[in-house]
């Protein structure tokens, strides 16, 4: 949990549920990231935050009687993203069903400032039901089966969403939706329609976050966001499908690999585009500019040699890492062979600053490119 939620063990006293339920929970980063997109939203809205005190005409949607903004986080779970959401609203309600949740928020909102909360030990279709409309909905239904295996369809998820969906957006302004990152993006655009936003985050080198946003007035197609802790791109399907990147007509300077996030999301041809690099191949994703280009959303490496799979570069490549203690950090893009096959090929060990990238140049050769990170 410090390295998860620092926040939350900085905290003295806070009680820690049971450890499928911290393994379930948003890191901190995840829970910031919703946070600052939902205080957006509401400022779309006409409203202000400001620590717990919310400045917002009640909207006709959510039934507002002045008293500022309403918030529910319909599956409360351990409450992170709840405490981090929570503070944007002047009404705040957390609805979890497990009991051993349920108590251990009671006992940590208070320590965390959210001593206001209403906290709601029930089920949080049920309480949907009955429910008054608010200002945002938040809700990250349970992946897991009942033998505990993951779940990544929409139509498996606990609750099922798709037939959920009328009832929810009938009841808030603003709808956001968790859902695993394994998920097809074209498909949930497809089941879910009215998306006005989809989010994919990412941090420590791997996506953490797939969120559905609806809310008024919903767009022809909807606008995706791609991020990290410190980047943020954002483009649309019709985008991505016209648009042309040039591609690569020579390796060399630097290469680009794209955030999780992008790759996720499949921004491959307007990420290219965005920030004016090549791309080796229309199917590596692979990214390369002959001079350096800052606060790229990407690992970003200085390309030092180029090898073909001929004998003569094979021979140049062994002695190279030879003078690098035989390690190396291999990663396989539009390439016919798997990363273990391919290491046992070149005899390489794992590790060391050398970064190989086994690849497919626009010419259709097979390539591999020895790189340093930068």
Same mark, same amino acid.
């Given at each position: 949990m410090r390295t998860k939620v620092p926040r939350w063990t900085e905290v003295e006293g806070i009680h820690f549920p049971p450890r499928l339920a911290l393994e379930q929970c948003s890191g901190q980063p995840a829970a910031e990231y919703k946070a600052k997109v939902i205080e957006r939203l509401l400022a779309v809205s006409g409203c202000t935050s400001s620590g717990a005190v919310s400045v917002c005409e009640p909207s006709p949607q959510s039934g507002g009687d002045g008293g500022g903004l309403r918030?529910?986080?319909?599956?409360?779970?351990?409450? $992170?993203?709840? &405490?981090? $959401?929570?503070?944007?609203?002047?009404t705040r309600t957390y609805v979890e069903q497990r009991e051993e949740l349920v108590t251990a928020a009671r006992h940590n909102f208070p320590l965390l400032g959210l001593g206001d909360a209403h906290i709601v !030990?029930? +089920? =949080?279709?049920?309480?949907?039901? /009955?429910? %008054?409309? #608010?200002?945002?909905?938040?809700? +990250?239904?349970?992946?897991? +089966?009942? !033998?505990? =295996?993951?779940? #990544?369809? $929409? %139509?498996?998820?606990?609750?099922?969403?798709?037939?959920?969906? *009328?009832?929810?957006r009938s009841k808030s302004q603003w709808l956001m939706i968790k859902l695993s990152t394994m998920l097809d993006l074209h498909q949930a655009i497809a089941t879910l329609p009215g998306i006005n936003e989809v989010h994919v985050f990412?941090?420590?080198?791997?996506?953490?976050?797939?969120?559905? #946003?609806?809310? *008024?007035?919903? *767009?022809?197609?909807?606008?995706? @966001?791609?991020? +990290?802790? /410190? !980047? &943020?791109?954002?483009? /649309?399907?019709?985008?991505?499908?016209?648009?042309?990147? *040039?591609?690569?007509?020579?390796?060399?300077?630097?290469?680009?690999?794209?955030?999780?996030?992008?790759?996720?999301a499949g921004a491959y041809r307007t990420f290219a585009t965005h920030y004016g690099l090549q791309k080796l191949h229309r199917n590596s !994703?692979? @990214?390369?500019?002959?001079?350096? $280009?800052?606060d790229v959303p990407a690992r970003s490496f200085r390309i030092e040699r180029i090898y073909t799979f001929a004998k003569a570069d094979l021979k140049a490549l062994a002695a190279d890492l030879?003078?690098?203690? =035989?390690?190396?950090?291999?990663?396989?893009?539009?390439?016919?062979?798997?990363?273990?096959?391919?290491?046992k090929k070149l005899k390489i060990k794992e590790g060391g600053s050398a970064y190989l990238f086994a690849t497919t140049d626009a010419d259709e050769k097979k390539i591999i490119i020895f790189c340093k990170k930068i």
């Open positions: 918030g529910v986080d319909l599956t409360g779970g351990m409450g $992170i993203d709840f &405490s981090f $959401i929570a503070p944007l609203f002047n !030990h029930g +089920d =949080g279709v049920e309480y949907l039901h /009955t429910m %008054e409309p #608010v200002d945002l909905i938040f809700l +990250d239904p349970a992946r897991r +089966d009942a !033998h505990g =295996g993951k779940t #990544v369809l $929409i %139509e498996d998820c606990e609750p099922n969403v798709a037939e959920l969906l *009328p009832l929810l990412a941090a420590g080198g791997e996506c953490k976050d797939l969120l559905l #946003v609806f809310g *008024p007035d919903a *767009p022809a197609e909807p606008t995706i @966001y791609c991020a +990290d802790e /410190t !980047h &943020s791109f954002a483009f /649309t399907y019709s985008e991505e499908n016209t648009t042309t990147p *040039p591609l690569a007509t020579a390796i060399e300077g630097f290469l680009y690999e794209p955030n999780p996030a992008i790759m996720k !994703h692979l @990214y390369v500019s002959p001079a350096p $280009i800052d030879k003078a690098e203690g =035989g390690k190396a950090n291999l990663t396989v893009r539009n390439f016919p062979a798997s990363v273990a096959d391919l290491r």
